[in-house]
């Protein structure tokens, strides 16, 4: 049949609508930097809220998080239960800094006991932003979809040059095998580039990747102690 017309079909928001979220997102994210300006360089963890303690992930979330926070960094997560709690405590039981940017679900997810300062946000999108933001290092534990999510956000921002060329740590050699293959997969295709597996380690030894941090984060940015910064009052900040 032949259609000489397209009648393309009308959207769900209004005019009054998109404005209105426009500025709801715009408050939030104001308000998130306002909360994070502080917290000074991070490491950003990502993984599961499912494993528990006592499983072999957690410990081996908490140590490392242990030893990164020893390096003077900022421990940032989504600020969640299982690995997120983990690493948060890793950070707090050395006397290192432990911040979540937790996220506003329809079964509240409830900041978990090891940190020392939080913020809530309403979208995913919003909380990708906080936690790149503030980050040097990235380190994937094993995860579910929110995981992955995280995982090729800060991926694709470092490959594509919107971000700094920071280290990438996947713990969980034996758990991301199949993904591992996969990206092997788009390699051989040509759908990524020849150096971009280059862009992450893959280890499951902590002073291995805190060498990694050592020689591309701390040294590589010339990261070292500063002055302690006093918020100003008249702008309402806080620590």
Known sequence: MDQSEIIFLDGPHSRLKELKFTFETMAELIHGFRALHFIGPCITFFGSARFK?????YDLTRNAAAEFAKLGFTILTGGGPGLMEAANRGA?????????????????????PYLDKWVYVKHFFLRKILLVKYSFAFV???????TMDEYFEALT????????NFPIII???????????HIEAMKASATIGECDDSLFL???????????????????YNLKPKPKVRPLKWLFERE
């Open 140 to 146: 994937v534990m094993p995860g579910g979809y929110g």
């Open 92 to 112: 707090k039981e050395v006397g290192g800094r432990s911040v979540g940017c937790n996220i506003q679900l329809p079964v509240e997810q409830k900041p978990n």
């Open 53 to 57: 303690a006592g499983h072999p992930y």
């Open 157 to 164: 921002l470092i490959q594509t040059h919107k971000i700094e």
């Open 202 to 220: 893959v280890t499951d030894d902590i002073e291995e990747a805190k060498e990694l941090i050592i020689e591309k984060s701390i040294r590589q």
């Open 171 to 181: 713990f969980g050699k034996e758990y991301y095998k199949e993904l591992l293959a």
